[in-house]
Nanobody, 118 residues
Framework: QVQLVESGGGLVQAGGSLRLSCAASGRTYTMGWFRQAPGKEREFVAGTSWSSGNKYYAESVKGRFTISRDNAKNTVYLQMNSLKPEDTAVYYC??????????????WGQGTQVTVSS
């Protein structure tokens, strides 16, 4: 069983930046980020394989968000730049032991709120 703990959410003005972190309790193969805005379904944001050779991004965040990982720390990061109000959501970290970067994921964090004010 893998436990994930996110941190780094908060309130930021449009155009600003935030960095989310997610620490896993053990080694994982694939790690990613999803988000869920009020009244909407959870959606994929970004994912990366163990080697970081394969990274995938949702079209809505390409060029603005960057996913990275530190395998020595079992931690994945999401650097979010040029934030927009529509990026406001609860962001969830996800991990799996064998899936590709887009999932499916079996392990989930508790979520961290990101709010972007206009």
């Amino acid at each position: 069983q893998v436990q994930l703990v996110e941190s780094g959410g908060g309130l930021v003005q449009a155009g600003g930046s935030l960095r989310l972190s997610c620490a896993a309790s053990g080694r994982t193969y694939t790690m990613g980020w999803f988000r869920q805005a009020p009244g909407k379904e959870r959606e994929f944001v970004a994912g990366t394989s163990w080697s970081s050779g394969n990274k995938y991004y949702a079209e809505s965040v390409k060029g603005r968000f960057t996913i990275s990982r530190d395998n020595a720390k079992n931690t994945v990061y999401l650097q979010m730049n040029s934030l927009k109000p529509e990026d406001t959501a609860v962001y969830y970290c996800a991990a799996d032991l064998s899936a590709g970067p887009t999932g499916p994921y079996n392990y989930w964090g508790q979520g961290t709120q990101v709010t972007v004010s206009s």
